[in-house]
Nanobody, 124 residues
Framework: VQLQASGGGLVQAGGSLRLSCAAS????????MGWFRQAPGKEREFVAC????????YYADSVKGRFIISRDNAKTTVYLQMNSLQPEDTAVYYC??????????????????WGQGTLVTVSS
């Protein structure tokens, strides 16, 4: 499966963006679909994920209350609504799919089929 991330751009602090992650096929094995981000010189870090069965959502503390992950009814696209953006949110955002167990939802090494990433830049 291929994942295509889009929706990044330049926004002022306090603004909003919505990222999309489209899968090339609607049916493939996964436990989670998630978003990670990587700022220059830093490791890739967990942002949010959605459990494919049940739709439970999980967030990093740094984005809780500001970001919302969701999916469409056809289950081909995952969204990340980002509100109240801050300069520290600046990074390349990647979406990925994981077939791992529940306790691994925030581990980047458990995800596969990474999309190409989309750059989010938040100016102060």
């Amino acid at each position: 499966v291929q994942l295509q991330a889009s929706g990044g751009g330049l926004v002022q602090a306090g603004g909003s963006l919505r990222l999309s992650c489209a899968a090339s096929v609607s049916s493939f094995s996964r436990t989670f679909m998630g978003w990670f981000r990587q700022a220059p010189g830093k490791e890739r870090e967990f942002v949010a994920c959605i459990r494919w069965r049940g739709g439970n959502t999980y967030y990093a503390d740094s984005v809780k209350g500001r970001f919302i992950i969701s999916r469409d009814n056809a289950k081909t696209t995952v969204y990340l609504q980002m509100n109240s953006l801050q300069p520290e949110d600046t990074a390349v955002y990647y979406c990925g799919a994981s077939s791992g167990i529940l306790s691994t939802y925030d581990r980047a090494d458990m995800y596969h089929s990474w999309g190409q990433g989309t750059l989010v830049t938040v100016s102060s």
